[in-house]
């Protein structure tokens, strides 16, 4: 599948099936458009696990999927709801700074329940 018509096919997602998570980002960064903003491999990775949603695939493939949405996601909330890019909320070493860190597990964690709980019943892909 091209990368525009998952772009399309994301976008149409985010405002039916997808709207619980839409309102749970734009409230944890603080910006209605935040999903609009997203990088395109976040964007696949959120249609892939939708996809995994609907067939089966093996139980670690999915928690990964999941694990690297929730992170993803959460990372860059994160830095829209600070006014940062993602690369300043990490020191040198690659840990968050202290002042982010409670933040992050926070957003983590709800985005990871909420994903848990979407609805796909409805998705035509």
């Not at 002042?99 to 035509?124: C, G, K, P, T």
Request: aromatic share 12%; proline share 1%.
């Amino acid at each position: 599948m091209k990368v525009k018509r998952i772009k399309e096919w994301i976008n149409h997602w985010w405002n039916t099936d997808g709207k619980d998570l839409v309102d749970l980002l734009s409230e944890l960064s603080g910006d209605g458009t935040f999903h609009k903003k997203l990088h395109t491999t976040d964007l696949i990775n959120v249609y892939n696990f939708v996809k995994s949603c609907k067939v089966q695939i093996d139980r670690d493939s999915e928690s990964f999927l999941l694990k690297e949405i929730s992170g993803e996601l959460a990372e860059q909330a994160l830095a829209t709801k600070n006014g940062v890019t993602p690369d300043e909320l990490f020191d040198a070493d690659g840990c968050f700074y202290a002042q982010y860190q409670d933040d992050f597990n926070r957003f983590y964690d709800r985005i990871e329940e909420q994903m848990n709980h979407l609805n796909f019943n409805q998705l035509n892909h």
